[in-house]
């Protein structure tokens, strides 16, 4: 039984690391497509488009991966959050295919039309990260289980805390946007993009302390695991070290610095989704299912960890390898494409 | 309005529907992602600049049609969840683990070293980047791999045990991943990927030599794609019969709808031709038959007796008609793809293969013919499987997502109306792409944009191979 617990907890912290690569990964992709209705500017819309062309393939697979590792490794809870999520789930697909093709497609078509997929690669980006967010709301307040089934609306997942977390992972998106195009790009696009930094920095902060301050008052569980003695000792330091960074990150701002913003950025990220762990732990759907009800035969779990213990260390090596190859600055007139 | 249309009908209806535009693409990606390793290879090799060409015009199709498919599979891979999500659930710990390992041993090769692949030439050498090509096309190879283990474990499943909660689970991972169909139908795959790709990489050549026969870039895609068809088509013919037997073997039911064999025959079993399958009635009208041959093919004996639908429970029954014509469809542009083959063999002895119009007219009408029989033998072995997703085992009825019909008939619109929107435009693009003849000095993707290069370009780098 210990065997399985401990294999359980592999999994999850493998789904869960799986899921925030691909938050940080596409994240800063799909923040691309948010700022783009900011950048009218042909050239510098091929500058941002030629700055991930070469890598968010690879980024979106992240995706598939925390998709389809679930289905592996908690089958049961890939069961009952999906068709719990049912609408937010096709409108990101939706969203995703817009994006997706448009990378390709502008290059193909004289300049009327190339708008078009301009808006494709906006609103899919945009599309596809509200519904993102909209299913982490929808997780976090839970959902309706009866049996190994869903037992809820189709309309379940859309509350305010929904839509509050669909907005706050925009603004999070787009500022890993922004502060990527800060470290990839230069001269006027780099000015545009770091005054957005800015702003998109205190949205961030007070969506973050939206969302912290809504999310106790989903469960009383949330409220016991944040604010009871002796927990608090344990999750105090999260708040604490995201107002650290938050002076980091606006000191880098203030030096104008190329790479800091957006790796501080991405603390940032990674400090929100430590507190969802620490919210959501041990249940992988709330409040009703936990890791280990929901986790795969042993064998199965067993089987998958050989793929995962040799093959991600080999991927995470030649996808560094590929952001090494397309290195430095991205020049007007001189990208990719 | 939608009466008789609940919710597994519509969420068939939408599997079918995005599996339908889905499949053509990598059946597309994975042929042309070897041809593109091929050209490559044989420029390092020979210097020949018209490789080059010729590598650079593919890959920019390359680079639409795999996203594409990208995009489209990740669809596939969250409808499991969506529609069918007690599938998930039940058969989650058993074709889960395959589709993961799809993802980390396919996927991220692709992703990881298509982005060098398509900018990269100038950035990382020659050798490198063609590894880089060559990763690419393993990739693909590798996720046939186990799309095609999973898919034949839904049909002939093996290794399995259930548990106390109903799962699937593995008792033997080597017997579900090599399960009894599975090595006959990546053979089959690959083969018709390979085909299709042939069959279009020929009709551009044929369409540019019908406008000027001296063009050196489609008279080399024209040979080599002539060649696929002549080696190939053949070798996919003989596949074919052996995924057949193995079909027989296990999966007969599913032979009965296939071959129309709605009454048992005691000694020899006719060859249903033609025909129109009545499934209420239970008899195939106006059927033109060959006595006895149907047991010559699937027994290899005149006499053997055969076993038809009436010895299965009418509600275990398949939808005989779509599976008998689909799969006549298919075999009909097998036997197709043989004929252009044979000729164009003939044209090369004769030395026409460049002149005869005839030949290039043919190959041109062909293009489709590769996809149009991918999407054939897909129909026939996934409707030949029902009423069962995994066969014998867990009903369709039975796999479905507890969802109302009008979530499953608004994304089900939603899906068509985007990706006809989407992928008709994509098409479009192909087209155009292909229109044009490959020229001297043709650039990678991006065309009329100056590529990022430190001072040589790929064409100026292959002349002066060329010429030194």
Same mark, same amino acid.
């Given at each position: 039984? =210990?065997?399985?617990?401990?294999?359980?907890?592999?999994?999850?912290?493998?789904?869960?690391?799986?899921?925030?690569?691909?938050?940080?990964?596409?994240?800063?992709?799909?923040?691309?497509?948010?700022?783009?209705?900011?950048? !009218?500017?042909?050239?510098?819309? %091929?500058?941002?488009?030629?700055?991930?062309?070469?890598?968010? %393939? +690879?980024?979106?697979?992240?995706?598939?991966?925390? +998709?389809?590792?679930?289905?592996?490794? &908690?089958?049961?809870?890939?069961?009952?959050?999906? !068709?719990?999520?049912?609408?937010?789930?096709i409108a990101m697909l939706i969203g995703l295919i817009f994006r997706g093709v448009a990378f390709e497609f502008r290059w193909r078509v004289t300049q009327g039309k190339r708008n078009r997929w301009d808006v494709a690669f906006a609103g899919g980006s945009l599309l596809a990260t509200l519904a993102q967010g909209i299913a982490l709301g929808a997780i976090l307040q839970g959902v309706h289980v009866e049996g190994r089934h869903y037992a809820g609306g189709w309309w379940d997942w859309l509350t305010p805390f929904s839509v509050l977390t669909g907005i706050a992972l925009a603004i999070g998106y787009a500022l890993l946007g922004a502060t990527w195009l800060v470290m990839k790009t230069e001269g006027p696009l780099r000015d545009k993009a770091y005054h957005l930094c800015w702003f998109l920095l205190f949205a961030m902060i007070g969506a973050i302390g939206a969302v912290s301050i809504a999310t106790p008052f989903l469960h009383i569980q949330y409220t016991q695991r944040w604010f009871s003695w002796p927990n608090v000792i344990l999750t105090a330091p999260v708040p604490i070290a995201v107002a650290a960074v938050t002076v980091l990150l606006l000191r880098s701002l203030a030096n104008k610095w190329d790479y800091q913003p957006f790796f501080l950025t991405l603390a940032l990220f990674a400090l929100s989704y430590a507190g969802l762990g620490i919210s959501m732990w041990p249940y992988i759907v709330p409040q009703s299912i936990t890791i280990w009800q929901a986790a795969s035969p042993e064998n199965s779990q067993i089987f998958m960890l050989f793929g995962v213990a040799a093959l991600i260390p080999l991927i995470l090596g030649y996808t560094g390898w590929a952001y090494w190859v397309f290195r430095g600055k991205v020049k007007a007139g001189s990208g990719y494409h | 309005m939608f009466e008789g249309w609940d919710a597994v009908v519509l969420a068939r209806a939408q599997f079918a529907f995005t599996m339908s535009f889905h499949i053509v693409f990598p059946a597309f990606s994975i042929g042309l992602a070897s041809y593109l390793a091929v050209l490559e290879a044989l420029w390092l090799w020979t210097g020949r600049e018209v490789f080059i060409n010729l590598f650079n015009y593919?890959?920019?199709?390359?680079?639409?049609?795999?996203?594409?498919?990208?995009?489209?599979?990740?669809?596939?891979?969250?409808?499991?969840?969506?529609?069918?999500?007690? &599938?998930? %659930?039940? =058969?989650? !710990?058993?074709?889960?683990?395959?589709?993961?390992?799809?993802?980390? =041993?396919?996927?991220?090769?692709?992703?990881?070293? *298509?982005?060098?692949?398509? &900018?990269?030439?100038?950035?990382?050498?020659? #050798?490198?980047?063609?590894?880089?090509?060559?990763?690419?096309?393993? +990739?693909? /190879?590798?996720?046939?791999?186990?799309?095609?283990?999973?898919?034949?474990?839904?049909?002939? !499943?093996? +290794?399995?045990a259930v548990n106390a909660d109903g799962q699937f689970v593995a008792a033997d991972w080597l017997k579900v991943i090599f399960n009894p169909s599975f090595p006959y139908r990546l053979v089959h795959m690959v083969l018709a990927a390979y085909l299709t790709t042939a069959l279009v990489v020929g009709a551009v050549g044929a369409f540019h030599l019908l406008r000027d026969r001296h063009l050196a870039g489609p008279r080399v895609m024209f040979s080599m794609a002539m060649w696929m068809a002549t080696l190939v088509a053949p070798i996919q013919i003989v596949a074919g019969d052996q995924h057949g037997l193995n079909t027989l073997e296990h999966q007969p039911v599913k032979i009965m709808a296939m071959e129309g064999h709605f009454e048992s025959h005691k000694d020899g079993a006719p060859l249903v031709l033609f025909g129109l399958p009545d499934q209420a009635a239970g008899k195939v009208k106006y059927?033109?038959?060959?006595?006895?041959?149907?047991?010559?093919? /699937?027994?290899?004996?005149?006499?053997?007796?055969?076993?038809?639908?009436? =010895?299965?429970?009418?509600?275990?029954? @398949?939808?005989? @008609?779509?599976?008998?014509?689909?799969? #006549?469809?298919?075999?009909?542009?097998?036997? *197709?793809?043989?004929?252009?083959? *044979?000729?164009?063999?003939?044209? #090369?002895?004769?030395?026409? /293969?460049?002149?005869?119009?005839?030949?290039?007219? &043919?190959?041109l009408a062909m293009a489709p013919s590769g996809f149009i029989a991918v999407l054939a033998g897909w129909v026939t072995t996934e409707t030949g499987r029902q009423p069962f997703t995994v066969y014998g085992l867990l009903r369709t009825v039975d796999a479905a997502s507890p969802l109302a019909a009008p979530a499953v008939a608004s994304s089900l619109i939603a899906f068509i109306i985007v990706y006809f929107a989407v992928f008709s435009a994509g098409v479009i693009y192909l087209l155009r792409l292909m229109a044009a003849p490959p020229h001297h000095g043709e650039r990678g993707p991006g065309g009329d944009v100056p590529a990022r290069a430190a001072g040589i370009t790929p064409a100026a780098g292959a002349t002066a191979r060329g010429t030194a």
């Open positions: 039984m =210990t065997g399985a617990i401990d294999l359980a907890t592999v999994w999850a912290f493998i789904i869960a690391f799986a899921v925030f690569v691909y938050v940080v990964m596409d994240g800063f992709d799909l923040g691309l497509g948010i700022l783009f209705p900011l950048f !009218p500017k042909k050239e510098d819309r %091929d500058v941002i488009m030629n700055s991930v062309a070469p890598v968010w %393939d +690879g980024n979106e697979t992240w995706l598939v991966l925390g +998709g389809g590792g679930l289905m592996a490794a &908690f089958p049961l809870a890939y069961a009952v959050l999906m !068709p719990a999520l049912y609408t937010p789930m | 593919w890959l920019k199709i390359f680079a639409v049609a795999f996203g594409m498919g990208v995009v489209s599979g990740i669809v596939m891979s969250y409808q499991f969840g969506t529609n069918w999500s007690v &599938f998930s %659930d039940k =058969t989650g !710990p058993v074709i889960g683990p395959l589709m993961a390992y799809e993802v980390l =041993t396919a996927f991220f090769l692709e992703a990881g070293f *298509l982005g060098v692949m398509l &900018f990269g030439l100038e950035r990382v050498g020659h #050798r490198l980047h063609f590894i880089a090509t060559l990763m690419v096309a393993v +990739g693909t /190879l590798i996720s046939a791999f186990w799309i095609l283990s999973a898919n034949s474990w839904m049909q002939t !499943p093996a +290794g399995y059927a033109v038959e060959v006595p006895k041959l149907g047991s010559l093919i /699937l027994k290899h004996s005149l006499d053997a007796p055969l076993a038809g639908l009436d =010895t299965v429970p009418r509600k275990d029954w @398949p939808p005989v @008609p779509i599976a008998f014509w689909s799969f #006549r469809i298919m075999v009909g542009m097998g036997f *197709l793809m043989m004929g252009l083959g *044979l000729l164009s063999l003939w044209a #090369r002895w004769r030395g026409t /293969l460049y002149h005869s119009r005839l030949l290039h007219m &043919f190959a």
